[in-house]
């Protein structure tokens, strides 16, 4: 079984690294169609929508060109590596519009940046080329 560590994770907008990540997330749902009748005894479902969003955590970086790309609206392009981005590493790319952007800043630590996401495409998984 493949074992993968995060400290090697890498964020892209389009073919940009978005600098000193720290942390990325995607969830996948699927909706439910209710198609239960009255008189049904049970609820019956049939499978609806999926919808895929995610958050990227990373630290200010002001000079940081992929950093630059993330405002509220861009439509992005994201390649989501788990453990680097040399030929052959997996990852998954997904074309999402930027929902919130967050700063955070807090006494004694580095000033972060977050943004949410919402995909408008499926999400496909690809193989790293040098």
Known sequence: MAKHIGNNGVVKSGATDVGCIT??????TQSNVD???????????????N??????????NDGDTGQATVVTGAS????LYMDGD???DLYD????TVDTVSKSVA?????????????????????AVA
């Open 23 to 28: 942390a990325w997330d995607w969830t996948q």
């Open 35 to 49: 198609t239960t009748c009255m008189g049904d005894t049970e609820t019956t479902n049939i499978a609806g929508r």
């Open 51 to 60: 919808s895929t969003t995610g958050n990227v955590s990373m630290n200010l």
């Open 76 to 79: 992005l392009v994201l390649q």
């Open 86 to 88: 040399d030929s052959g």
């Open 93 to 96: 790319e997904v074309t999402a």
């Open 107 to 127: 006494n004694d630590s580095v000033v972060t940046l977050t943004f949410a996401w919402t995909a408008s495409v499926a999400m496909t998984r690809d193989n």
